[in-house]
């Protein structure tokens, strides 16, 4: 089964702090996804990437950056937070653009 | 671009009863959409899709969904829930090129003992 692991779960940081979110997934996929989740908005697609150094622009990537270093680990950076980025963030694999994500359990941001 | 609605944020049903959850999209290429399920605190689990054929498939634990192209609709059912049915629930369709998704806001659903 699927498997996408992401940390930390939850995560407090201050306006203009630097924050790194972590996900794996140990299912070989080629995609991999970041979402964000707030009341209202359901999902939104932040970045993605098609394999190890590639990396796409999703529907709301301000004040976010992503680093695919390895088949398995995406990576979403927020160099300077803002309260605006307080969120619920979920990590998503898929093996083709077609197919069903699997998504890891979310990181929860608060941003003061 | 492609948009989704889903028109009910809550539904509150008992168990055992029957429940539809609306879905509609907007969207001018090649159809594809699915429909993903997220139980509290946990992150999102795929029920099923439909892309071309039978615009009825079925999914797991007894949902089914009806893609209709008149209407722009994917509307999901179940015949009888159960408690552990209660979740939120996403609609999402995907662009031509195969590679987002766009997900409808949710629909919550409560079923009551």
């Known amino acids: 089964e699927a498997a996408v692991t992401q940390s930390p779960r939850n995560k407090v940081t201050v306006t203009g702090g630097n924050v790194t979110l972590s996900c794996r997934q140990t299912?070989?996929?080629?995609?991999m996804y970041w979402y964000r989740q707030d009341t209202g908005h359901g999902l939104r697609l932040i970045h993605y990437?098609?394999?190890?150094?590639?990396?796409q622009i999703g529907d709301v990537p301000d004040g976010y950056k992503a680093t695919r270093t390895t088949q398995e680990d995406f990576f979403l950076l927020l160099e300077l937070a803002s309260p605006s980025q307080t969120s619920l963030y979920f990590c998503a694999s898929s093996g083709t653009g077609y197919a069903e994500q699997f998504f890891g359990p979310g990181t929860r941001l608060t941003v003061l | 671009t492609q948009t989704v609605s889903q028109s009910d944020a809550h539904v509150t049903v008992f168990e055992g009863d029957s429940v539809e959850l609306r879905c509609n999209y907007s969207?001018?290429?090649?159809?594809?959409l699915s429909w993903y399920i997220q139980h509290h605190g946990r992150g999102l689990q795929f029920l099923l899709k439909y892309y071309s054929g039978n615009p009825v498939v079925q999914g797991v634990n007894g949902f089914k969904a009806e893609f209709s192209k008149s209407d722009s609709s994917f509307h999901l059912r179940k015949a009888s829930v159960h408690w552990s049915d209660s979740a939120v629930y996403f609609c999402a369709v995907r662009n031509s090129a195969g590679n987002k998704l766009t997900f409808g806001i949710g629909t919550r659903v409560l079923v009551r003992p």
């Open positions: 299912n070989s996929h080629n995609y």
């Open positions: 990437s098609y394999g190890a150094g590639n990396l």
């Open positions: 969207y001018g290429g090649s159809i594809y």
